[in-house]
């Protein structure tokens, strides 16, 4: 009812939880426009549970940003790529920005998600 309630507002609809790996189809059917996906779930396995339309953000484990860049690079290319090409993913954390992240780190993690080719 909550999603039906602000359908006119134009604004997207984005039905996101943690450690909801198991109930994704629901939150689709919840009525919807995007299901966020925590970092638990591979995005090519939320995928496949939700369909090929489905329209998905995350799920780059906030954890990763506290590490080494070149992991981090690696973790971003991972999820990018898990992605499939499909033209339906917002690129996000799996969850919130914890505190201790540097902000350069989420500025490089942006350009490289911008860097990544449209549909690769």
């Given at each position: 009812?909550?999603?039906e309630g602000v359908v006119d507002t134009g604004v997207p609809r984005i039905h996101f939880g943690v450690g909801t790996g198991e109930i994704l189809p629901l939150m689709a059917d919840a009525g919807s426009d995007v299901v966020g996906v925590d970092?638990?779930?591979p995005l090519d396995e939320a995928?496949?549970?939700?369909?090929?339309?489905?329209?998905?953000q995350g799920?780059?484990?906030p954890a990763v940003c506290l590490g080494p860049l070149e992991v981090i690079e690696a973790e971003v290319a991972d999820v990018l790529a898990r992605?499939?090409?499909?033209p339906g993913h917002v690129f996000n954390l799996g969850h919130g920005v914890l505190p201790e992240i540097?902000?350069?780190?989420?500025?490089?993690?942006v350009a490289q998600v911008h860097a990544f080719p449209l549909g690769a």
């Open positions: 009812r909550v999603f970092w638990r779930v995928r496949r549970r939700l369909g090929p339309d489905a329209i998905l799920n780059l484990d992605n499939g090409g499909h540097d902000p350069a780190v989420l500025e490089r993690i």
